[in-house]
């Protein structure tokens, strides 16, 4: 069984057999309390099978068989032997299990469209499901729903209990790897270098992927590459970032941004550097607990986004970046499966950073009645919940712009380990934001005076500086090909520019007044009063590589 455990883990439970999966332990638990139906959420069909059938190998739970059931086969044993053709149809095969004469779990795959309002059976098979409960407790018979997406009628919700099964932990997929090595190990045209921590390194690569998906991306290397080592990690990365594009609520970000890309905020900074490392073993066994998240709000164009993909790369996680308007389907219910979905799928990929970018939109009319049926209260209430009481080593990064539509309940402790305040980059920023801009377009910020520069963009967010660079560049560039860019274009650029703190100044200087107050700045109180331009971290000036010719 793939969710098998060492065999000295075996030895001391006393028994030959795996150790059993949490999964297989609740299971064990509510079929022995007699619980008559039980909702398995999963896409991992077979390996569900098989987790439910270990379960019930042991002890007195072994006289019970384990049946299935779909809709182009009808009830079958588990070896896929037919019990009764009949039982194709979805309003027979609950009648004839309530009559099935010996004790069982049975389940059926992909009973869900059975359930939905839209289905004509629906009102006959929810009421026949009601029928089983009572029986069904009294004759050793559990039902279970096996589905990859969750729907429960109003009429059955106090009469099922639903359980999840988790994506593959790294134990079973050492088991994937294991079973691929062994299956290409007699092919001599396939090498295999697994030396040190490799294989350690290919597990965490493959994490968040299911039992199947993991084997592909496997499969996939091999093919590519004719070969197994630490080299084809970045082959499964990419198999991984197809795979969550996929789930529609979450996209994989790839990020070269580093925090010397972001000028300033050096309060910020060392937070995050601060925290940088709490997601280790040795942080663990010192007795941290995982880092929760930030939330970012200021003025907007001033580096939140920015930060949260620097942070993503000098910690070396995954940024996963979360659309909450793809939450909100027509249907009902779907909006709240589809959180679900989403914070599942990182919990899946940790560690991980979750990226919300305005997080204020995708809230919209969760504070008062907006006519959505309370959808959106229901949703943001499963998005606090699951930000309290995740222990997942998923590191959510929020943005907001808008302040006043911020959710008191958002801002309390506990959903976030801190609130930054994002201000107007101070002198000393500005000149850093020059600095990181010139150098990014190949230009030596030490050959321009960046003090006039500086002084002259007062009021500037970082955003507004990064496109006075670049319209100071087409200006240049279209006085001829071989201009240089110099101070006067950088000045005339300037002087064009309304910033956003002048042409909405009065509600940009009162979002500044009320959040440095209220939340801590992620600029020093030195920083925010210094009116000096150095820059304090040099960006490297790129260079051109020079060509190798090889006559």
Known sequence: MSSATPQDASALRGTASPALTPFQEKLRIYVKAGYPILYVVTAEEDRAIESIAGALAEGDLARRKTYVWSVSR?????????????????TKV????????????????????????????A?????????????????????????SVLKIPAELEKDLTVLDLDLPNEEELLHVLDDTIEQVSDNPRVEVNLEGDARERIVKALSGLTRSEAENALAKAIVTNSRLDPQDINLLLAEKEQIIRKSGMLEFYATPERFGSVGGLDELKKWLRQRGKAFSESARTFGLPNPRGLLLVGVPGCGKSLTAKAVAAEWQMPLLKFDLGRVFAGLVGESEENMRRAVKMAEGVAPCILWIDEIEKGLAGTRGNQGDSGVGARVFGTLLTWMEEN????????????????????????????????????????????????????????????????AATEGFSGAEIEQAVVSALYMAFAEGEDTRLQDRHMEAVIAETVPLSKSMGEKITLMRQEAGEKWR???????????????????????????????
């Open 94 to 121: 609950l009648p004839f299990l309530l009559e099935f004469g010996e004790p069982g779990v049975f389940i059926l795959e992909d009973f869900h469209f059975f359930l939905d309002e839209r289905s004509p059976q």
């Open 74 to 90: 009808g009830l079958c044993t588990q070896d896929l032997k037919v019990v009764d053709r009949k039982t194709g149809d979805p």
């Open 521 to 551: 700045r992620a600029t020093g109180e030195a920083i925010q009063a210094d009116v000096e331009t150095t820059v304090d971290e040099p960006p490297p000036v790129p260079r051109k590589p020079r060509r190798v010719f090889e006559v």
């Open 123 to 147: 009102p006959v098979i929810i009421r026949q499901l009601r029928d089983l409960v009572g029986p069904f407790k009294a004759s050793r018979k559990t039902v279970v729903i096996l589905s």
């Open 391 to 454: 222990t997942a080593q998923v590191f959510t990064i929020a943005t907001a712009n808008d302040i006043e539509g911020l959710p008191p309940e958002l801002l309390r402790k506990g959903r976030f380990d801190e609130i930054f305040f994002i201000d107007l980059p101070a002198a000393r920023e500005r000149a850093n934001i020059f600095a990181i801009h010139l150098a990014g377009h190949h230009r030596d910020y030490r050959e321009f005076d960046l003090s006039r520069h500086v």
